[in-house]
C-alpha cells in the first residue's frame, strides 16, 4: 500500500534554511514529486516540482536520491510568512492513476522571530 | 492566480439530505479534481475527472458521485449527506495528471 509520509511539524526562526523530508514508499519510475504550500483558509499553492536529484526556483530547492522513495524540500532563509502547512504530492506505481494521487498529510512550519 | 471558483463556499446542511458543490474554470484544463481536507488527514482525493463524462474514483470515494458535462464545470454530490461528510472540499484542476494542480478556494461543509 502507498503511503506518502511527511513530519507533523517543524519550527524554525527567521533567516534559517528548512529542510522537510517526505517518503513515498512506491512512487512510480516516471513520476514527478511535487510539493505545495497551504495558509489557513487558502487552498494549496505549488512550490516546486521535481523528477530526481535536484531542483531549484526562486522560492525553494527540491533533493530527490537516486532511488526516489523520499523527498526534501528545502526553503533558504525563511521568514515569518513561511508560516505554513506544506505537502509533499507523491502516489503508487501500481494501481490505477488516482493511485498516484496521494498526498502526505502536511508538514505544520512555525516560524519564530 | 488560477480561474477557479468553488460554489456555495459554506454550506450548513442536515444528515440525509442531498448536496451538490460546484467547480467552476476558466482555464479550460482537462483534469479536475475533488479533494476532502480533514485534520491528520491532508488531503485525500474523492474523485477526479480527466475529460467531459470521464471519471474516476478516488482514495476516498464511498457516499459521493460526481459528474462533468462540460470542460468548465465539475459537480461532487453527496446523496445522503452524514456527519462523517463534514470537512473542507477542494477542487483542483490541471493540464495533466500529477501535473501543477491549481486549487479552488474551498468550500466548507457542515452536516448536522
Known amino acids: 500500500l502507498a503511503k506518502t509520509t511527511q513530519p507533523i511539524s517543524m519550527d524554525s526562526y527567521e533567516g534559517q534554511e528548512v529542510n522537510i523530508t517526505c517518503s513515498h514508499n512506491?512512487?512510480?519510475?516516471?513520476?514527478?514529486i511535487t510539493w505545495y504550500q497551504q495558509f489557513p483558509s487558502q487552498g494549496p499553492r505549488f512550490i516546486i516540482q521535481?523528477?530526481?536529484t535536484k531542483v531549484t526556483n526562486e522560492v525553494a530547492s527540491l533533493f530527490i536520491p537516486a532511488d526516489r522513495k523520499s523527498s526534501t524540500l528545502s526553503l533558504p532563509r525563511v521568514s515569518l510568512s513561511d508560516t505554513a502547512v506544506y505537502y509533499c504530492?507523491?502516489?503508487?506505481?501500481?494501481?490505477?492513476?488516482?493511485?498516484?494521487?496521494?498526498f502526505g498529510s502536511g508538514t505544520r512550519l512555525s516560524i519564530r522571530p | 492566480d488560477a480561474g477557479i471558483t468553488q460554489s456555495p463556499r459554506h454550506k450548513v446542511t442536515e444528515t440525509g439530505t442531498p448536496v451538490t458543490l460546484r467547480c467552476h474554470q476558466t482555464?479550460?484544463?482537462?483534469?479536475m479534481y475533488w479533494y476532502r481536507q480533514d485534520p491528520g488527514h491532508g488531503l485525500r482525493l474523492i474523485h477526479y475527472s480527466y475529460g467531459v463524462k470521464d471519471t474516476d474514483k478516488g482514495e476516498v470515494s464511498d457516499g459521493y458521485s460526481v459528474s462533468r458535462s462540460k470542460t468548465e464545470d465539475f459537480l461532487l454530490t453527496l446523496e445522503s449527506a452524514t456527519s462523517s461528510q463534514t470537512s473542507v472540499y477542494f477542487c483542483a484542476i490541471s493540464e495533466l495528471l500529477l501535473e501543477t494542480q491549481y486549487f479552488g478556494p474551498g468550500t466548507r461543509l457542515l452536516v448536522l
Open positions: 512506491n512512487i512510480a519510475t516516471n513520476d514527478y
Open positions: 482555464e479550460n484544463h482537462r483534469y
Open positions: 521535481g523528477y530526481k
Open positions: 504530492l507523491g502516489g503508487s506505481g501500481e494501481g490505477s492513476s488516482a493511485s498516484k494521487i496521494i
